[in-house]
T-cell receptor, first 112, second 114 residues
């Protein structure tokens, strides 16, 4: 069974731009969670989607948003990029919200 | 107080020794606990999960959970140089309804020396 995939793997943007990241979960998994990882803050929860509905949200500004499609694929969007948004963005999928989460390879975003 | 706390390390152990990694959490309502391993530049990979008090063994790895003390640990027996990585403790704090939120510690860096 194929694992979680994320595209693109690397991205360079400038301040003020916006970016969209994509995540395809493991086949059959309906829950997708997004995390931001930085050296200073570690892994921080952004939001979780299940059956196209946002079920839980972390403490991030409204510039961070996401959605999930009927095939469980998910996208997250960051608008008006700031230098501090430079991070590894990780997507994780699970069968349901309560099950074990499996991570994708991540998208490394650099904001200049 | 952080929700999930780990000693950042580095924890240095000789090859063949037992490595003991510890984690404490603040939410008494937490129901499931996970250990992930992350190599530098890579994404976290699941090692083990544990839901009930006591020990759970899988090969060289043993997870231990004590909900009364809000403590979870990971033992790695016969440590190998390939075990050198950052180990992340994660706690699933169930929110409203069935939604959940996985909260991570900052990780413990393990170095296995030859």
């Amino acid at each position: 069974k194929a694992g979680v995939t994320q595209t693109p793997r690397y991205l360079i943007k400038t301040r003020g731009q916006q970016v969209t990241l994509s995540c395809s979960p493991i086949s059959g998994h309906r829950s997708v969670s997004w995390y931001q990882q930085t050296p200073g803050q570690g892994l921080q929860f952004l939001f979780e989607y299940f059956s196209e509905t946002q079920r839980n949200k972390g403490n991030f500004p409204g510039r961070f948003s996401g959605r999930q499609f009927s095939n469980s694929r998910s996208e997250m969007n960051v608008s008006t990029l700031e230098l501090g948004d430079s991070a590894l963005y990780l997507c994780a999928s699970s069968l349901t919200s309560q099950e074990t989460q499996y991570f994708g390879p991540g998208t490394r975003l650099l904001v200049l | 107080q952080k929700e999930v706390e780990q000693n950042s390390g580095p924890l240095s152990v000789p090859e063949g020794a037992i490595a003991s990694l510890n984690c404490t959490y603040s939410d008494r309502g937490s129901q499931s606990f996970f250990w992930y391993r992350q190599y530098s530049g890579k994404s976290p990979e699941l090692i083990m999960f544990i839901y009930s008090n006591g020990d759970k063994e899988d090969g060289r790895f043993t997870a231990q959970l004590n909900k009364a003390s809000q403590y979870v640990s990971l033992l790695i027996r016969d440590s190998q140089p390939s075990d050198s990585a950052t180990y992340l403790c994660a706690v699933n704090m169930v929110g409203t309804g069935t939604a959940s939120k996985l909260t991570f510690g900052t990780g413990t860096r393990l170095q296995v020396t030859l």
